[in-house]
């Protein structure tokens, strides 16, 4: 191992210990994309079994073959990355196949690099925050923060590369939220066999629900907690989403695990949103009041009020 890379793992893994996981030569130009951060879905049996987040990734053939025996045919596996952090999951398949871009029945053979756009689909479809992100929006809110109390100018969040700074995080490095698709799964369930159901990304994010049925259009945002601010999120969530619809919506959704406070609820409608939530034993709607829902449709932008 050469003293660079030595001391790159050093700075990633200051305990000393890490996963390591290898690929051949073959794949060499994938594995040149790879870097500190990404993330990795470790898949086999039609799930996501692991979600892993890249720490030093280098080529190096002679610790490969320390840790891994050579194939007679391919040779080396020696692409090898580090894992700041993984966290064992077990997602079906068909939670990546309903996200906008995948399709049905892939089987995710072989390593696959994905695109930009593919990635950030993935990511937030599956509820995954990484260290790495978390450590960018850190850095970037001291930096906000140093600027404004010296009166200087911000850093843009792209100018800035701290990787030595001691962080605390309650939990891990690596987060996969499965709450929210849980209670996406469960409320889909309830759902009538003859409408359309899916997901739908758009310039601002994916829809967690994009319900097509006779009676128009819904999204669906869910979140993870029933409190004052997972409603504002859900509720600034459906305002952006909507403005990008494919097609003009016609109801507007949020869902939580619980009952929100009456206040809440109310602050939902006074934007005409629904408000549902999980009982006991089905899931129960509030629904807008007609008038703020018929109001809010020409702020939505979706053109002249119906009567849907």
């Not at 996200?99 to 689909?121: C, I, Y």
């Not at 128009?216 to 859900?234: C, L, M, P, T, W």
């Not at 909507?242 to 206040?263: M, N, Q, Y």
Request: net charge negative; glycine share 8%; aromatic share 8%.
């Amino acid at each position: 191992m050469t003293a660079e890379q030595r001391a790159a793992l050093d700075a990633c893994h200051p305990g000393g210990q890490a996963r390591f996981w290898g690929t051949q030569p073959h794949l060499d130009a994938h594995m040149s994309k790879v870097t500190t951060g990404d993330i990795v879905l470790f898949t086999g049996a039609k799930i996501v079994r692991g979600v892993g987040e890249i720490g030093v990734s280098f080529r190096n053939s002679a610790f490969a073959d320390s840790l891994w025996s050579p194939d007679v045919d391919k040779g080396s596996y020696h692409n090898v990355y580090s894992l700041l952090d993984l966290e064992r999951t077990s997602i079906p398949y068909e939670e990546i196949w309903e996200l906008p871009g995948f399709k049905v029945n892939d089987n995710f053979m072989g390593l696959r690099v994905l695109d930009e756009e593919k990635s950030a689909t993935v990511i937030e479809g599956l509820g995954v925050e990484s260290m790495t992100a978390w450590r960018a929006a850190v850095d970037q809110e001291r930096q906000l923060s140093a600027a404004l109390s010296r009166g200087s100018e911000v850093v843009p969040p792209e100018a800035v590369h701290t990787t030595t700074t001691t962080y605390e995080r309650a939990a891990g490095t690596l987060t996969v939220n499965r709450a929210e698709a849980l209670l996406v799964k469960a409320f889909r369930e309830t759902l009538a066999k003859d409408i359309q159901v899916g997901r739908v990304r758009m310039p601002v994010g994916v829809t967690d629900l994009h319900v097509v049925g006779p009676d128009g259009v819904e999204i669906v945002e869910a979140k993870s907690d029933s409190s004052h601010n997972y409603v504002r999120q859900a509720l600034g969530q459906l305002l952006d989403y909507v403005v990008h619809s494919p097609e003009p919506a016609t109801r507007l959704t949020a869902l939580f695990p619980g009952k929100p406070a009456d206040s809440d609820i109310a602050l939902l409608h006074r934007y005409g949103i629904d408000c549902v939530y999980a009982g006991d034993t089905t899931f129960d709607r509030v629904e807008a009041p007609t008038a703020s829902r018929q109001h809010m449709k020409q702020v939505w932008g979706n053109g002249e009020a119906s009567t849907a």
